[in-house]
């Protein structure tokens, strides 16, 4: 990274190495170290039509940069990443080098760790949705979620880059006296399964120690994507889990079925394990999702509570 800094005899200039970014090549950069699927901002647009030696592709390019509602027009119907901008305005030649400063860094995703420690002591799991869309309306180029095919993509023994963030304010309870209601319906069921690894490691080899009551509430569209079908059902059977409901959402000849509906139905059975036994209640999964469940669960304790 060239930087300049401002002193009694002037600039000074040096070459510096990136906080981030190793030296490497320009594939390696693009390959690893930086974001062309996200589509392109209006300034990245501005510069793109700088390079441009046809008129018509500068032109068109600089009505995107400046003119916000064509921008936002294209790019929640195309979705460009940068190979699809570079190939529909084919006179863009910015110069690699410079190209590369204008892009991000890619940010690192995160999943939920779906594995007890206690249980794999050398091993971390996860729970990890392929993506795959297309664009314009379902009939655009497909496009491929960036992680989640990069880890679907890897071979044994391939190293996979990654660092471990802590989430203090989503952890198990310590209070085994108190019921657990898990909601996590599609891979938001990633830190439960987690949670039932722990609580069977505890039933099993700490004899002297307890578990909590567990309900665990699942959704997904049919039932060949129950995940951790099997599993669930020995922490049934071994008492981990006390209860397991199922939410399909577009499974054939069964009424369409969400998380939160299931919850409405127990509510009596939820609002005394919440009002009189103080459960805790984790919810995992999209923000659409745990919205409904929260507007469930405060309409099914009014509902009780005003009895």
């Known amino acids: 990274v060239l930087k300049e800094k401002q002193t009694q005899n002037g600039v000074y200039k040096s070459w510096e190495p990136h906080e981030r970014l190793p030296v490497c090549s320009h594939r390696t950069l693009l390959t690893r170290f930086m974001d062309i699927t996200t589509p392109p901002t209006r300034q990245l647009l501005t510069y793109l039509a700088s390079c441009c030696s046809d008129k018509a592709d500068e032109e068109r390019l600089l009505m995107l940069a400046n003119e916000s509602s064509v921008y936002e027009d294209w790019r929640y119907w195309k979705l460009p990443h940068l190979l699809e901008v570079l190939e529909e305005f084919p006179s863009c030649r910015p110069p690699a080098a410079v190209f590369v400063a204008q892009l991000n860094a890619l940010q690192p995703r995160f999943y939920s760790i779906s594995s007890s420690p206690r249980k794999y002591s050398k091993e971390i799991h996860l729970t990890v949705a392929i993506v795959t869309y297309r664009a314009e309306d379902g009939e655009g180029a ?96 071994k008492g981990v889990l006390d209860r397991v ?34 459960a805790h209640i984790y919810v995992c999964g999209d923000v659409t999702m ?9 309409k099914i304790l009014a509902t009780h509570e005003n009895r």
Not at 256 to 274: C, G, M, N, P, R
């Open 142 to 237: 497909e496009h491929y979620g960036v992680c989640s095919n990069y880890l679907a993509n890897l071979q044994p023994d391939d190293k996979i880059f990654l660092f471990v963030r802590s989430a203090p304010s989503f952890h198990m309870s310590k209070d085994p006296t108190r019921p657990v209601i898990l909601i996590g319906p599609g891979t938001g069921i990633a830190p439960f399964r987690s949670f039932w690894q722990e609580w069977d490691h505890i039933k099993s080899e700490m004899v002297d120690c307890k578990i909590p009551k567990v309900w665990l509430f699942f959704g997904c569209r049919t039932k060949n994507v129950d995940l951790y079908r099997d599993e669930k059902e020995e922490m049934l059977q």
């Open 245 to 278: 409901f199922l939410a399909l959402s577009r499974e054939e000849n069964i009424p369409k079925t969400y998380v939160q509906d299931l919850a409405l139905k127990e509510a009596d059975s939820i609002s005394e394990l919440i009002l009189q036994e103080k």
């Open 290 to 298: 745990a919205e409904h469940v929260y507007q469930t669960l405060r």
